[in-house]
């Protein structure tokens, strides 16, 4: 199985900040690596598929890159209802394994 | 709009089985793949398993392998996750998702999940 990790595990900073988290996975997975957003007592919600395309609805601020084994999930300017926790998950080959995912708090 | 409602979570105790069902609407369900993706409390995301549109593929995560069958309905827009031989690990929220015509094999569209407690 793919192991996927993520960097930080949390972090806690202030409204208007460039936050990056990072995905790293165990092996290649070309670009099968999509990211999401939970909120407490929520579904999680798909923001970027293909390690770069970004959802419909979801704001610009948020972008991702990456190819290979190694990806990022940028927010330009953190804004309050960005405090959630975000995870990543490889489409590669199953089991499709998602990272463990980082909590982002807002100062 | 599309939908996706769960259903059929609740107690059960070690051993036991539990049949949840999941409700699409609001695109055609019989083109796409389905997946269960689960969350014991506190935890992060596992995927469970998925099945293709015409269920000749069907995978599973190895820790329910044997243990928990997918299947789906296309003529009533349903998915189903058949679990047997409950054990406590398994206790979590259960979601259907739905895979988009996105790159990547991402779940466009989730449901709000039901909640399985596998507990004496």
């Known amino acids: 199985d793919i192991q996927m990790t993520q960097s930080p595990s949390s972090l806690s900073t202030s409204v208007g900040d460039g936050v990056t988290i990072t995905c790293r996975a165990s092996?290649?997975?070309?670009?099968?690596l999509n990211w999401y957003q939970q909120k407490p007592g929520r579904a999680p919600q798909l923001l970027v598929s293909?390690?770069?395309t970004l959802q419909s609805g979801v704001p610009s601020r948020f972008s991702g890159s990456g190819s290979g084994t190694d990806f990022t999930l940028t927010i330009s300017s953190l804004q309050p209802e960005d405090s959630a926790i975000y995870y990543c998950?490889?489409?590669?080959?199953?089991?499709?394994?998602f990272g463990p995912g980082t909590k982002v708090d807002i100062k | 709009e599309v939908q996706l409602v769960e259903s059929g979570g609740g107690l059960v105790q070690p051993g036991g089985s539990l049949r949840l069902s999941c409700a699409a609407s609001?695109?055609?369900?019989?083109?796409?793949?389905m997946s269960w993706v689960r969350q014991a409390p506190g935890k992060g995301l596992e995927w469970v398993a998925h099945?293709?549109?015409?269920?000749?593929?069907?995978y599973f995560v190895d820790s329910v392998k044997g243990r928990f069958t997918i299947s789906r309905d296309n003529a009533q827009n349903s998915l189903f996750l058949q679990m047997n031989s409950l054990r406590a690990e398994d206790t979590a929220v259960y979601y259907c998702?739905?895979?988009?015509?996105?790159?990547?094999?991402?779940?466009?569209?989730w449901g709000h999940g039901t909640l399985v407690t596998v507990s004496s």
């Open positions: 293909g390690a770069s």
């Open positions: 099945i293709s549109q015409d269920e000749s593929n069907k």
């Open positions: 092996q290649t997975i070309s670009n099968y």
């Open positions: 609001g695109f055609t369900f019989s083109a796409v793949w």
């Open positions: 998702a739905k895979y988009g015509a996105v790159y990547g094999r991402a779940h466009d569209y």
């Open positions: 998950q490889q489409g590669y080959s199953v089991p499709f394994t």
